[in-house]
């Protein structure tokens, strides 16, 4: 929308002043930042769980000195005794008449690998970059959420819902029972999901299509036991090999996706460059691209599969032996416009008739997660875009994501009306997941500018 056309109301406080409070206040921030990529607070099922309760609480203390009230770590209860991560919720009520704004981020981290420089649980500054797991993903939105209330202090003007979930990363297993349980604590007109990423260094963006995400664990089964492999091998192929077979059917020729019933659903309106692409991905200079199309459509429109975990003999254990069974996770992507229960199922019926050789294969469906798409002009989108830009002093890149955020499709089922804001700290060298996270500091405290100025521009009534 135009400006011109509609003069945008005076926000309080003005927008230097907010821009001094976050400056002032920056180094809390980082302070808080700190204390959480300190506690490795891994939510993998074969994790040592102990950490994450610690930094549940210390979500919860954190929250409370920002004025965050009734603070309290909840647990779903489920049926079926599924595990659940804890979460944090909080209110602050907001004025009569004024809209509620849901902040969620995630405090929970990936496992690390051994390719860090630093070590991922002590936070590391070299140059603008602060290193450690979670700096980024998500400890950044984290942060980002509770520097914007800090900046806004006593003049936040709207109610406020915080929600940090302890189990994003394996996939928000209890996410629907905890807002089944704690609906009329979550419930909101807005909610930003701060745990997105921007364009690149310098240029914000907002985030309007996500991939869904299924997961299946393939076993393979070729005989009743190990035998060996002089005696037997050549009539019998060992079940790792015959696995290997099976998972390269999931792919045509040129890598796209061979699966009935999978396919590009849409088409990208930015463009992604493939050196860009190159880049941030760290491909190696000789290795070719897989899939058809703009790398935009391939990314964000258009399913992907990948083989995320596979139960062999280790090489350092090897022996002369047929093994008679190997296991896989599967993990595929699924695009905006599908449903994701059915995208799984295509997966798995493909899998079990491409058994090869008639080897035994069992397969075991985790919980799907939904795709979804955001609409560009709804009222907080507006207010967005108007933050960011202030903030950045450059217009947001609307863009897509490749990665899953499938609690968005559960909020808005629950909540119908509800805005959804997915807005981030990452940038394309954030490696999130990876060896050397890291987070931008200046992209920060943009950030946090950015939250405190959509706040304030949310509690200025629409005229
Ligand atoms: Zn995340």
Redesign the pocket.
């Known amino acids: 929308m135009n400006s011109a056309d509609h003069p945008i109301p005076p926000i309080v406080p003005d927008i230097e002043e907010l821009r001094r409070r976050v400056d002032d206040d920056f180094p809390a921030v980082l302070a808080d930042l700190n204390r959480l990529i300190a506690i490795p607070s891994l939510s993998a099922p074969t994790a040592d769980h102990t950490p994450l309760e610690r930094s549940a609480e210390l979500v919860a203390t954190m929250a409370k000195s920002v004025g965050v009230q009734d603070v309290e770590i909840v647990r779903a209860r489920t049926e079926a005794g599924v595990w659940g991560g804890p979460g944090v919720l909080g209110r602050i009520p907001g004025p009569p008449g004024a809209p509620t704004v849901l902040l969620y981020a995630?405090h929970d981290v990936q496992p690390v690998t051994d390719d860090w420089d630093t070590d991922p649980f002590v936070p590391t500054q070299v140059g603008d970059r602060l290193f450690g797991r979670g700096a980024a993903?998500?400890g950044a939105g984290v942060v980002v959420h509770l520097g914007a209330l800090r900046a806004l202090g006593s003049d936040l003007g709207v109610g406020i819902a915080v929600f940090i979930e302890g189990e994003?990363e394996v996939g928000s297993p209890t996410f629907a029972h905890l807002l089944r349980e704690h609906a009329d604590r979550l419930a909101a007109d807005v909610v930003v999901v701060a745990?997105s990423d921007n364009w690149e260094i310098g240029t914000p963006a907002l985030t309007v299509s996500l991939r869904g995400v299924a997961e299946l664990t393939v076993t393979l089964r070729v005989s009743q036991h190990a035998v060996h492999s002089g005696m037997f091998g050549g009539p019998l192929l060992d079940a790792p090999l015959l696995l290997a077979r099976l998972l390269a059917t999931l792919h045509d020729s040129d890598g796209a996706v061979a699966v009935a019933g999978l396919g590009p659903t849409g088409h990208s309106e930015l463009a992604y460059p493939e050196d860009r692409l190159r880049a941030d991905a760290a491909i190696l200079p000789g290795v070719r691209l897989a899939g058809h199309g703009p790398i935009a459509d391939r990314l964000w429109w258009s399913p992907s599969i990948d083989l995320i975990g596979f139960d062999a003999t280790r090489v350092d254990d090897a022996s002369g032996t047929i093994a008679p069974q190997a296991r896989a996770r599967v993990s595929l992507r699924v695009p905006p416009g599908m449903d994701a229960v059915a995208a799984q199922e295509a997966v798995h019926r493909h899998v079990v008739d491409h058994a090869p050789f008639g080897a035994e294969v069992s397969v075991d469906d985790g919980v799907p997660g939904e795709p979804f798409t955001l609409p560009t002009d709804s009222p907080a989108m507006e207010a967005a875009t108007w933050a960011l830009t202030t903030a950045w002093g450059r217009e947001p890149v609307l863009q897509g994501q490749g990665g899953s955020i499938p609690l968005t499709h559960d909020l808005a089922r629950t909540f119908p009306g509800i805005d959804v804001l997915l807005t981030g700290v990452e940038d394309p060298d954030s490696r999130?997941h990876s060896g050397n996270e890291s987070v931008h500091l200046g992209e920060l405290r943009r950030a946090v500018l950015a939250e405190a100025l959509l706040l304030a521009r949310l509690a200025v009534p629409v005229s």
């Open positions: 995630h993903d998500d994003e745990d999130a």
